[in-house]
């Protein structure tokens, strides 16, 4: 598996770890958007499901990544447009493969 | 002289305790022979009415009868509580004191010179009026602390009313209004003032126990401190009467845990300011966060949420920030309240206020919720920026064992949503170093 589907499987456990807590089955797929009409998270649930798969970015690839920054939100294709875009931009964000 | 009302009720009771200290006891009759010797000490060292004197003490005897014979030969006191950090030598200078007198172990006074002399107005007013003064900072946990000069005959005017007479806690600082309202609420009523070496739960515990206090007035944060020590039952608590919770907002969740561990024991929450004073208060009940307050000297107004005061005991000024009154004596005090007929709630400083996408969090709330979740002993509630909403929502707890921190707030967030709407629940949920008490037990929301 590559480091961004290591990524993209941390990101779909701090989505459904989000649906425990609010008690609510989300279901989302790679394209699902994550932000805006189409979404399943509200706006506090954006930010607690990408504040929390920061922290495990973090966590597991010893990293100091930032997600939601005035960066992020200024980027001409939003990195939250979906879970598969949220990954890509999160692995850009870490220091290139050195293996 | 001034305060000669005092010293007569002092006289009709000299076998009465007044001031325990360090487990010994002085009397009324004792209290009134060290502010004899405190009149002497002040003659030698030739002080003139209206000096600007810093006293650097705590609740001693020798220290109160100097306190007590400075106002008397109409000093303007700047009163610092020996234990606090504080740079003395940045407040001598905004308090433009000219000595600063400090009480040693052996209970001899000391005296150290500055070389400042009165300029600023409020000062030179009280001294050309032969008043004495009072200057209290504000504790400072936000900013630079604030010099509040008071018109010490207008602070003290309510005391001439007989109340209960009590053996109360001084578990408020020496240099605090709280800590003043309650030395001279004991002394006027011819009560005892319990002291304190320390403010941990088992020193304050021991001090209720072996001197019989009736009266515990404290802060919410110290009364989370003290259910989480676990020592309540440890001690015979058995003669308080009243515990008083002042200066921050009592998670409701804390307070009916009290009243279970406190049965017979009376709730109140008091409300005051160093800018005002501390006005008279009634809870609702027992374990009603909602009160009631004024009293004959004080007048309350609400606008657009916010409480505002005018009082008759309110300060001359601020010596070192402008004037935080309106032109017709109004202080907004910052403090959002709801209002049921006469009653309030307090919510919170304006300034504590979360605002997140453009509603309102009040830490309070949301902390009260956090201690209902398992093995959650303390928490506070802060914010921190957000590009998305603006803040969020932080919390920082302290547990009463280890456990995983993903775990404590996967926990956390589940009650949260079950209990609160979704903006107030926090989106992070740190470990508590520890360090979020200040020295006089408020909670710190603020870096």
Not at chain 1, 43 to 71: D, K, P, Y
Not at chain 2, 55 to 79: E, G
Request: contains cysteine; aromatic residues 8%.
């Amino acid at each position: 598996m590559s480091r961004r589907d290591d990524l993209k499987t941390l990101l779909y456990d701090c989505i459904s770890e989000h649906g425990l807590e609010t008690n609510t089955e989300i279901h989302v797929e790679d394209e699902t958007p994550l932000m805006g009409s189409g979404s399943p998270l509200n706006s506090i649930g954006l930010v607690i499901v990408v504040t929390n798969f920061e922290s495990q970015i973090n966590e597991t690839f010893g990293a100091q990544v930032i997600l939601a920054s005035e960066q992020a939100m200024s980027l001409k294709r939003s990195p939250f447009r979906s879970v598969e875009a949220l990954s890509e931009y999160a692995d850009q964000l870490l220091p290139a493969e050195s293996s | 002289m001034p305060l000669q009302w005092l010293l007569d009720r002092f006289q009709a009771c000299p076998r009465d305790d007044a001031v325990i200290w360090r487990d010994a006891v002085t009397t009324y009759g004792e209290l009134l022979r060290q502010i004899d010797a405190a009149h002497e000490f002040l003659s030698a060292q030739q002080v003139a009415a209206g000096e600007s004197v810093m006293l650097d003490a705590d609740f001693s005897p020798t220290a109160v009868a100097l306190l007590i014979a400075s106002l008397q030969q109409r000093l303007l006191v700047v009163p610092v509580a020996s234990h606090v950090v504080a740079d003395r030598q940045d407040l001598a200078r905004i308090a433009e004191c000219s000595r600063r007198f400090h009480v040693s172990d052996s209970g001899s006074y000391e005296a150290e010179h500055y070389p400042h002399r009165l300029g600023h107005q409020f000062l030179r007013k009280l001294r050309d009026a032969a008043s004495p003064g009072l200057i209290l900072f504000s504790s400072g946990s936000t900013g630079r602390p604030k010099a509040a000069v008071h018109d010490f005959d207008c602070l003290v005017a309510k005391f001439k009313t007989p109340r209960h007479k009590q053996r109360l806690v001084t578990f408020l600082l020496f240099d605090h209004i709280g800590g003043f309202n309650t030395m001279m609420y004991g002394l006027a009523n011819q009560g005892c003032l319990i002291t304190l070496e320390a403010r941990d739960p088992d020193t304050v515990c021991r001090a209720i126990e072996q001197h019989r206090a009736e009266v515990l007035p404290t802060s919410p944060t110290f009364l989370t401190l003290l259910l989480m020590s676990g020592r309540l039952d440890q001690y015979d608590l058995s003669s308080l009467k009243v515990i008083n919770y002042s200066t921050e907002v009592m998670p409701e969740s804390t307070l009916s845990q009290l009243n279970a561990r406190f049965p017979g024991v009376t709730f109140r929450q008091s409300y005051g300011l160093s800018e005002v004073g501390i006005l008279r208060s009634q809870s609702r009940a027992n374990d009603s966060v909602w009160i009631r307050v004024g009293g004959e000297d004080y007048q309350t107004r609400v606008v657009a949420g916010l409480l505002h005061i005018k009082a008759r005991s309110s300060m001359v000024g601020y010596l070192n920030a402008p004037s935080p009154f309106d032109q017709d004596g109004w202080l907004n005090t910052q403090d959002e309240v709801e209002v049921d007929g006469q009653w309030f709630r307090f919510r919170g400083r304006q300034s504590d206020i979360i605002n997140v996408g453009g509603e309102k969090v009040y830490p309070a709330e949301v902390e009260s919720v956090l201690f209902e979740v398992e093995n959650i002993a303390d928490a506070t509630v802060m914010k921190e920026p957000h590009p998305i909403l603006g803040n969020i929502v932080v919390a920082l707890v302290r547990l009463q064992h280890e456990e995983d921190m993903k775990n404590v707030a996967s926990r956390i967030r589940k009650h949260c949503f079950s209990k609160l709407p979704a903006y107030k629940v926090p989106v992070k949920v740190l470990l508590d170093d520890g360090q979020r008490v200040t020295e006089r037990f408020k909670k710190k929301r603020q870096d």
